[in-house]
């Protein structure tokens, strides 16, 4: 499967692909909404003052626990990026949803601090094969043609937990406390994402049957290696923007219900207002995916992700308006929303799918190192002024700086070319499909 488009774009949409994997992309949503990338972060805000009133803990205790969530995914990530390429995705995922749902009931056993981010660590690990590694994997093996919006129905996962987590765990936790939530977190991936998994990975993917059929009969998908992507120049721009926006975004989801109190909300307006970030993230998604597949991803990238520094630039200056801090709210969810599909586009657009898995990884590590230090320098400017206008105006500067580097990027590469000149190398056994890309996706 060639990774460029060999005519202009239509506006209309092909359904051809989503005919054929439609189960693939029901399967990838919902394993983005129960993954250990979403659940955790989206969830965390909600749970923070129930620990802190159930277990006596200070706000500041407990806010350092993403960042250990986060350190350990930078190194658990690059472990399934390797595993998925060795074993495949099916067992990676399937192991990894049963060893999620373990780790959230451990967490209900917790009675120190220090026990919290131990089980927050583990989570990491424990979920590292659920992952956008493995989901956007799966779907860009079935879909090039309409790609950008695949993806972004499948990141939709992401807007469906920032809507559904805040209000449904306020509910559960009014009802059996801090502790019925995780269990509620626990049963997710156990009982919606694992059996369907069971049935719907298959390992007659498009793109490599049409690789299969490539001169010489070997199962090869196009692309760069791990090692040519990482002397880019282009991927470490990608990288360095991405990272900015989102530092961003992790201190805004972690933050906003918090902030919101602070101003003078109760919990359920707080919750309210954060609610439609998940609404506006939906549907940035899917706009921002339908149009990469017709225009050029920097150039959407760059409007979209200008977005929430206008968001966060009206929370600093909004009180208690609920209109206006909705708006705002909406503002941050529109760009967010846009941060991960772009990503995983750029990767497969840019650099191809030769070594996805691994390329990918790495890509996560890097956002990842960003991402867990950023709660601990959000933590300390809050600590520092007692107010969230120093994490504002971060935000505002590192949206707006990372939407414009990205225009950088340049025009799309001829991945058919590098590919066919990559796969003299692949003697060496770093480019081969047929047990990671092939017959287990």
């Given at each position: 499967m060639s990774s460029q488009h060999q005519s202009s774009p239509s506006l209309a949409i092909d359904f051809t692909e989503f005919r054929l994997g439609w189960r693939i992309l029901i399967l990838s949503l919902l394993g983005i909404a129960t993954s250990v990338s979403v659940v955790p972060l989206y969830s965390f805000g909600s749970l923070v003052l129930p620990l802190q009133e159930g277990l006596g803990w200070s706000r500041e205790q407990i806010q350092p626990t993403i960042s250990f969530l986060l350190v350990a995914t930078i190194i658990a990530v690059q472990i399934s990026g390797w595993l998925i390429r060795r074993y495949g995705l099916r067992p990676v995922a399937i192991i990894s949803l049963i060893a999620l749902s373990l780790a959230y009931w451990l967490v209900t056993l917790v009675t120190e601090v220090w026990q919290l981010y131990a089980c927050y660590t583990l989570l990491a690990f424990a979920g590292m094969g659920t992952t956008m590694v493995t989901w956007t994997q799966l779907v860009n093996l079935w879909f090039e043609r309409n790609r950008g919006l695949a993806l972004a129905i499948i990141l939709c996962g992401t807007g469906s937990a920032a809507l559904v987590l805040p209000p449904l765990l306020s509910w559960v936790i009014g009802l059996?406390?801090?502790?019925?939530?995780?269990?509620?977190?626990?049963?997710?991936?156990l009982l919606i994402t694992l059996p369907l998994s069971l049935f719907w990975i298959r390992s007659d993917s498009p793109a490599v049957?049409?690789?299969a059929g490539t001169p010489g009969g070997a199962p090869r998908l196009v692309g760069m290696s791990l090692g040519e992507t990482a002397r880019s120049l282009r991927f470490w721009l990608c990288n360095?923007?991405?990272l900015?926006?989102?530092?961003?975004?992790?201190?805004?989801?972690?933050?906003?219900?918090?902030?919101?109190r602070d101003k003078g909300?109760?919990?359920s307006d707080a919750a309210l207002a954060f609610s439609i970030y998940g609404v506006s993230l939906i549907l940035g998604r899917i706009v921002v995916g339908y149009l990469v597949d017709r225009l050029w991803a920097p150039g959407v990238a760059f409007v979209v992700l200008a977005m929430p520094a206008v968001g966060c630039l009206m929370f600093s200056i909004v009180d208690t308006h609920m209109h206006s801090l909705m708006l705002a709210s909406a503002l941050v969810g529109l760009g967010a929303g846009a941060e991960m599909d772009i990503a995983a586009f750029l990767m497969a657009r840019y650099f191809g799918m030769r070594d996805y898995s691994r390329i990918f990884s790495l890509h996560m590590g890097f956002i990842g190192l960003g991402a867990a230090l950023a709660p601990l320098y959000f933590n300390y400017l809050f600590a520092q002024s007692g107010s969230y206008a120093g994490l504002l105006l971060h935000c505002t500067i590192s949206f707006a700086l990372g939407a414009a580097l990205l225009l950088m990027m340049g025009r799309y590469p001829d991945l058919g070319r590098v590919g066919t000149l990559a796969h003299a190398e692949d003697h060496d056994g770093t480019a081969p499909v047929s047990r990671s890309q092939g017959q287990e996706a």
């Open positions: 059996g406390g801090w502790k019925a939530g995780y269990w509620l977190l626990a049963l997710l991936p049957i049409t690789a360095i923007a991405l900015l926006s989102v530092t961003a975004m992790v201190g805004m989801v972690t933050s906003t219900i918090p902030m919101l909300l109760s919990a």
